[in-house]
DNA sequence: CCTAAGTAAGTGAGTGCTTACTATACTCCG
DNA sequence: CGGAGTATAGTAAGCACTCACTTACTTAGG
C-alpha cells in the first residue's frame, strides 16, 4: 500500500553524521563539486555523486543552492576571485625585469597547471557547454594578467628594447606559446609522445619570443 | 485495454518518408551526430536528438551502431582520415618556402576554425570526456602535422637559416601561439574583446616565430 | 508482365534506470 | 521551544536502448 505522501516513522539507529554550520557545509559542498564538474563537465556531474562525495543527501545541496546552475555559478565565481591565482603571480614579479619576466611567467604557467588541472578543465568545459560563463573566466582571470603582460610589452617598446609589434598580439603570441604547450600536454594527453624537461621548455619558448622581439 | 506487448493495428495515414540505403542512412546519421555531439559533447547529445535531426526514430541509429558510443567512434574515425583537414595543407605547401610557409599555415589554421569550428569542439570535448579517444586524434592529425613542421624546422636549422633550437618546441611554439589565439576568439569568446585583422595576427605571429628563430 | 515471397528499412510504444529537484518528518542545539 | 540541518522517500521527466511489428523495395517463377 502506498502513502500518498509524507513518511513512514523511521527508526533512527543509523550512525548519525557530524553536523556543520552552514557556511561550513556551503564551502564543502563547494569544493567537492568543483572537483567533479572540473572532472566530469556540468552534465557530467550529478548531484547524487557531489551529494555523495560530500557525504550527505541531495537534499542539503538544495538548501544551500536552489538550483544546480546557481552552484556551478558559485564555483565559477569562487575560481575567478581565487587566491591561488594571477595575484600570487603579479607578486612574484615585483622588482623583476627583462628576461626574468618571462620566465618566472612560463614556469609558472607551466607548474600552475601540471600541479592542478582543474582549473583547466573547468575553463574549457564552461567554454564548451556554458558559453556565458566561461567569459566571466576570461574577464576577471584572463584580461587581467594580458592586460599587465601587454603594458610591459607596450613600455619595453618604448624604451626601444623590442621592436615595434602589436602587443595586444605580441602578449598573446607568447601566452599562446605556454598555454597551449600545457594544455595539449595535460590534456590531450601529448605527453605520452613527446616530453621534454619543463626547464628546457621555459627556456625555448622565452628565447624564441624574446629574440623574436628584438630590434634587429 | 492494454495489450501485453506489441503493437496496436496503425493506421498509416501520416505521409510516407522517404526510404534511403543502409550506407545513405548511415552516413547522413554520423552527419547529424557530429553537428550535436560538436556542439554538447558525448554526455549532451542525445540520441533522441540525433534521430529528430536526422528525420528518423531512435531504433534506426541503432540498427546502424550498437550503441552510442559506436556512432561516436565511428564520428573520431571520419574525422580523423578526412579529406578536408591536413592533406589539403599539405599540399598548399608544395613546392613553397621560407616565409610564406609560415604564413600559409597560420592563415589556413586561422580561417579553418573560423570557418567552422566543429573540429576544434570535438578535439577538446574528447579531451575532456573520452581522454583516450582524444589520443586517437592527436595521433593521426595533430602529430603527422606537427612531425612535418618540426622536419622542416630541422631542415632549416641544418641549412643554418635558422638558429640551434629544439625543432620539436619550435614547432609547438609556433602551432601554440596559432592554435591557442584561435581558440580563445571562437571558443572563448576573446573577440568580443580583442579583435585583429586576420592578416595583421598572422604577420605578427610570422615575424615573432621567424625572427625568434634567426641566426644572431 | 504480373504477382507473391523475401528482406532491408523503418516505426511507435515501450523498459528500466537515472536525473534534477521536492515534500515531509525527525533531531539537535542555542 | 524554534529553527537550522539532515534524513527518508518520494516525483516527473529524461535517458539509452529494445521489441514486436509494418512498409517499401527487390526479385524469382509462372
Known amino acids: 500500500m502506498k502513502r500518498l505522501s509524507g513518511r513512514p516513522a523511521k527508526q533512527p539507529t543509523v ?33 547524487r555523486e557531489i551529494a555523495g562525495k560530500a ?13 544546480k546552475e546557481d552552484l556551478y555559478k558559485a ?24 628576461r626574468e619576466v618571462f620566465v618566472i ?7 600552475e597547471h601540471r600541479r592542478d588541472s582543474s582549473f583547466l578543465r573547468l575553463l574549457m568545459y564552461s567554454a564548451l557547454e556554458r558559453q556565458s560563463l566561461s567569459e566571466l573566466f576570461i574577464n576577471t582571470r584572463g584580461l587581467e594578467f594580458l592586460g ?4 610591459h610589452i607596450q613600455s619595453l617598446i618604448k624604451t626601444g628594447e623590442m621592436r615595434k609589434v602589436d602587443p595586444g598580439l605580441a602578449a598573446r603570441a607568447f601566452i599562446g606559446m605556454v598555454e597551449h604547450y600545457s594544455i595539449a600536454q595535460e590534456l590531450y594527453g601529448a605527453k605520452r609522445f613527446f616530453s621534454r ?20
Open 55 to 67: 557525504g550527505i543527501s541531495e537534499a542539503v545541496i538544495y538548501k544551500h543552492f536552489s538550483r
Open 105 to 111: 611567467i612560463a614556469s609558472f604557467l607551466l607548474e
Open 15 to 47: 550512525p548519525r553524521r557530524k553536523r556543520m554550520s552552514g557556511e561550513e557545509r556551503k564551502a564543502q559542498i563547494v569544493r567537492v563539486a568543483t572537483d567533479l564538474f572540473a572532472r566530469e563537465g556540468f552534465k557530467g556531474a550529478t548531484t
Open 75 to 98: 564555483i565559477i565565481d569562487s575560481r575567478c576571485s581565487n587566491p591561488g591565482g594571477e595575484p600570487r603571480l603579479l607578486s612574484m614579479l615585483k622588482g623583476k625585469e627583462g
Open 148 to 151: 599587465f603582460l601587454e603594458s
Open 197 to 216: 624537461p619543463e626547464r628546457k621548455v621555459v627556456e625555448a619558448f622565452v628565447d624564441i619570443f624574446l629574440n623574436g622581439m628584438r630590434r634587429r
